[in-house]
């Protein structure tokens, strides 16, 4: 039994900013990588970040130095700030965690439910 929530989604104006938080619960041995994706209506799942069990980061081209990734591994948690929001950004977010759970016998990727962002003004 693991899960992963996605909080924090909600409607913002051009411009704002909102941070995104991802939990994971349940018998977790370790996380390794987390990351951020994000879905528009009639649009594919697109890589947003990535982060490392140690800190390492990767973004997306396009959203380099507006959006920050970062973790908590105390809490096990994942969040995304967003900055300079356009309405382009609206989106499903899901955050994803590499996890070894109990029981599994190996490494797999888990998939939060998503959480809305709507940027309008």
């Known amino acids: 039994q693991v899960q992963l929530v996605e909080s924090g989604g909600g409607l913002v104006q051009p411009g704002g900013s909102l941070r995104l938080s991802c939990t994971a619960s349940?018998?977790?041995?370790?996380?390794?990588?987390m990351g951020w994706h994000r879905q528009a209506p009639g649009k594919q799942r697109d890589l947003v970040a990535s982060i490392t069990s140690d800190g390492s980061t990767n973004y997306a081209d396009s959203l380099k130095g507006r959006f920050t990734i970062s973790r908590d591994n105390a809490k096990k948690t994942v969040y995304l700030e967003m900055n300079s929001l356009r309405p382009e950004d609206t989106a499903v977010y899901y955050c994803n965690a590499v996890m070894w759970v109990v029981g599994s016998g190996r490494l797999k990727n888990y998939w939060g439910q998503g959480t809305q962002v709507t940027v309008s003004s």
């Open positions: 349940g018998s977790i041995f370790s996380i390794n990588d």
